[in-house]
Nanobody
């Protein structure tokens, strides 16, 4: 049984930063792809960032966050992070951590197997 627990959401002004954390239990995240998705109010869940297993550590970002967000992992803590800088009001969303039963990430939410509970990030103008 894999569980993902997120933290780090909150309210921040435009231009500020947040760091989201996702700690996994039930598996070692070093051997699996990890990802972050978000769901703005009234919209569908969308891909934000992906990180391949530790043997490759490939990353991918949505165009809307590229250059501002960084995904990383700490294998010793079994935790994946999303560092969010230069935040904009349009970044406001519920952010979800996910993992799948593969070395590699995909951009499609339906391809992922386990999800965190979500954490709200709100960016004020």
């Amino acid at each position: 049984q894999v569980q993902l627990v997120e933290s780090g959401g909150g309210l921040v002004q435009a231009g500020g930063s947040l760091r989201l954390s996702c700690t996994a239990s039930g598996r070692s995240i070093s051997n699996y792809a990890m990802g972050w998705f978000r769901q703005p109010p009234g919209k569908e869940r969308e891909f934000v960032a992906g990180l391949g297993w530790s043997g490759s550590s490939r990353t991918e970002y949505a165009d809307s966050v590229k250059g501002r967000f960084t995904i990383s992992r700490d294998n010793a803590e079994n935790t994946v992070y999303l560092q969010m800088n230069s935040l904009k009001p349009e970044d406001t969303a519920v952010y979800y951590c996910a993992t799948r039963n593969s070395y590699y990430y995909t951009l499609h939410p339906k391809d992922w197997d386990y999800w965190g509970q979500g954490t709200q990030a709100t960016v004020s103008s």
